[in-house]
């Protein structure tokens, strides 16, 4: 029998599943209706303002860099203890620096061609002789000419053994001296503790700090790749830079940290006068450094959303502009780049003017 009480019941319990029913349905409506705006705004295109370009125009690159292991300073023959230390890691050693006190000597660097290694008396002829010569003109001692020890020689000798404190000589004793094998250096570390004995001849005592051989333009997107492999101790997966080596535009100054590097013929290397402006820029040893190109603007210059410019099979580019109510394509000269997602244009354009970014295009500028 149906009385008023089942009667509610059975209404009740077909409303709670119409409510089970319907709210799916009305969720994935919502979800489609959202789906359906998301697809047109992505599958159609967009018309996007374009910008005067007064200034200069920037482009983001990177420097490959190529390092080889700092010259190093090794003991010639000593004998005695270390007195007077006068290096520091980080200090820069010059030739003619004092290095250090050993038995009351002090020794001095000298880059010269190659390392004096035998006593020289007046008489004596070879190029140790010329090194020699060298080493005190650059004192601004008396000294011969040539590769013969002469008596105008033993006079300079006899003024360096005052200073360096090794009494009155005309002999000259290697011992005085650390050969460079470069004229500066910077200490990276050292193996002379006051107090200990002298380190056996040959023994290394000052380390170099790695010299910048090389600094090659390469794109920014090689730069920061080679820098994140780098930064995970992975540097023998840092790829060569292969394409991505890049050329600095005729009219464009390379910049690193403020610092305007001079480049060799072909805008693709940093010329040598440039690397120690690198150097200080850089952590020793890394592999790669951001830079930026810098270009004085042109005349009649746009920037444009990059998604707007168009490549034809030729090699030409456009962009479609809309003007006045009319939409025409119109030829431009691409000049750079101005941003990420922003390319800087020569052509018929206008402040007015409005520029397709086709479906599925880039950003407005």
């Not at 500066?184 to 107090?195: E, H, N, Q, R």
């Amino acid at each position: 029998m149906v009385t008023p009480s089942s009667v509610a019941r059975l209404a009740l319990a077909g409303a709670v599943v119409l409510a089970w029913v319907a709210a799916p349905v009305t969720v994935v409506a919502v979800l489609s209706r959202e789906a359906d705006q998301v697809r047109f705004a992505t599958d159609e295109a967009a018309w996007v303002g374009v910008r005067a370009v007064d200034g200069a125009r920037e482009q983001r690159l990177g420097l490959a860099l190529s390092w080889e292991a700092g010259p190093t300073l090794v003991a010639p023959a000593w004998d005695g203890v270390v007195e007077v230390r006068h290096l520091a890691v980080g200090d820069e050693v010059r030739s003619g620096d004092a290095v250090v006190v050993v038995a009351g000597v002090t020794r001095v660097a000298h880059a010269g061609e190659r390392p004096v290694t035998r006593l020289l008396v007046q008489g004596d002829r070879g190029p140790d002789v010329a090194v020699l010569h060298g080493l005190l003109a650059e004192r601004g001692l008396a000294h011969g000419a040539g590769d013969r020890f002469t008596a105008v020689t033993g006079r300079g000798v006899r003024a360096l053994a005052e200073q360096l404190g090794a009494g009155r000589t005309e002999q000259f004793d290697p011992s005085w001296v650390l050969h460079m094998s470069a004229p500066v250096l910077t200490v990276a570390d050292l193996d002379l503790d006051v107090g200990a004995p002298a380190p056996d001849v040959g023994a290394p005592v000052v380390t170099g700090a790695a010299v910048l051989l090389e600094a090659r333009v390469t794109s920014q997107e090689w730069a920061a790749r080679a820098a994140t492999l780098a930064g995970e101790q992975d540097t023998s997966a840092v790829p060569a830079v292969g394409d991505e080596a890049r050329s600095v535009a005729p009219d464009a100054e390379l910049r690193v940290g403020g610092a305007v590097l001079p480049l060799v013929e072909a805008r693709d290397e940093v010329d040598a006068a440039g690397l120690p402006a690198v150097t200080a820029a850089v952590d020793r040893g890394a592999v790669a450094v951001d830079a930026v190109a810098v270009s004085p603007p042109v005349p009649g210059s746009w920037a444009v959303a990059s998604a707007a410019v168009r490549s034809g099979p030729d090699g030409s580019t456009s962009v479609r502009r809309q003007r006045d109510g009319r939409d025409e394509e119109v030829a431009v000269t691409v000049v750079g780049a101005d941003g990420p997602s922003t390319t800087v244009v020569v052509g018929d354009l206008d402040a007015a003017d409005r520029v397709e970014v086709p479906a599925g295009g880039g950003a407005a500028t």
